[in-house]
């Protein structure tokens, strides 16, 4: 069988993709590029297609149908860039891939002991031998109330891991999971809001939850809370969050995520002027922390991303059950 793959990277998924198109037996193709218009001439032969995280839209979507395209796996858990209605207007197959919890849920609780301990400005002075005390002392963990929003693979291990902290865990999810209540409460949101002193988000982002954290959920919240997010930018209304930090109402931001990021991560852009007003804001915080989504970067991660999306094509060519399936 045949796939072609948008965003190969030669650095660090071409030895895994070589590996399992080995193993598998599947022709591949590739380009560096991200899926768009203008390239998807290459995927001309092609019935399988492998995407990270470029958006496809329903002209794009269009494209690919009448190229003769059957499926889209996207290397990624989020499949919020797909327009899935344009997917089922074209029967359009689309999978995305799981990779273990542990790369992000590591990297949240990073995130959270970062915001927290104020490393981002004790690591700007330590550069510049400022290595005086005030305005740089901590707050420690388990003298916290965290709510976790979002209790699927990744919020359940980061619950897991901050249970070793001694903190106070409240969750909130739709659908509750009795392996949390082990660590955690399922709490109301405006429960948490009101309790906790770090929010940590991990929810997909779906029409239903864009700007979960608005203007109004944050005047709801403690004072000086902490919020972090490795999960999607578009969970929080981004003026809004500028604003609560500014205030002061906001203590510390950990954002692995903001909203606008499409085009501009995991590319070298280092000369070109940019158009991310509030990235720039957010960035020149003393107390926020702003990463470029690299949660999910490890070498475990990678490798499962690589192998599931072509798994994924392979159960579907074959007629069987795709667990990573999504439409
Ligand atoms: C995902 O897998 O959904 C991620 O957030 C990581 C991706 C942007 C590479």
Redesign the pocket.
Same mark, same amino acid.
């Given at each position: 069988m045949k796939i072609f793959v948008y965003n190969y990277r030669e650095f660090d998924e071409a030895e895994y993709f070589q590996k399992f198109s080995r193993e598998y037996q599947v022709e591949l193709g590739i380009s560096t590029e991200a899926p768009a218009l203008e390239n998807a001439h290459l995927a001309q032969g092609y019935e399988y297609i492998s995407i990270?995280?470029s958006r496809i839209d329903a002209e794009l979507m269009r494209r690919f149908h009448e190229m003769g395209v059957k499926m889209i796996s996207t290397?990624? #858990?989020?499949y919020d860039h797909i327009d899935l209605e344009a997917a089922k207007k074209y029967r359009m197959q689309v999978s995305n #891939?799981s990779?273990s919890p542990e790369c992000v849920a590591d990297y949240t609780i990073m995130l959270m002991l970062m915001s927290i301990r104020r490393m981002k400005r004790i690591m700007q002075r330590e550069e510049i031998n400022d290595f005086s005390l005030p305005g740089i002392q901590g707050r420690e963990l388990h003298n916290f109330t965290v709510g976790v929003l979002g209790t699927g693979r990744i919020g359940k291990a980061v619950i897991r891991d901050l249970s070793g902290f001694g903190c106070r865990i409240c969750a909130y999810d739709r659908y509750e999971d009795e392996a949390v209540k082990a660590y955690a409460s399922y709490e109301k949101l405006d429960t948490i809001y009101r309790e906790c002193d770090l929010i940590t988000l991990h929810m997909p982002l779906g029409d239903e939850n864009v700007h979960l954290i608005d203007r109004d959920a944050i005047a709801r919240m403690k004072d000086g809370v902490v919020i972090v997010n490795t999960a999607r930018g578009g969970l929080i209304d981004t003026k809004a969050l500028i604003n609560g930090i500014e205030s002061g109402k906001i203590g510390a931001a950990g954002l692995d #995520?903001i909203e606008d990021e499409f085009g501009m991560y995991y590319y070298d852009l280092k000369s070109d002027v940019l158009s991310k007003r509030d990235l720039y804001i957010l960035r020149g915080f003393p107390n926020v922390v702003v990463t470029p989504?690299m949660?999910?970067y490890t070498d475990q991660a990678v490798s499962d991303?690589v192998r599931h999306s072509i798994e994924s094509c392979i159960l579907r060519k074959e007629g069987k059950e795709d667990p990573w399936a999504v439409l």
């Open positions: 990270i995280t290397r990624t #858990v989020g #891939v990779y #995520v989504h949660a999910f991303m």
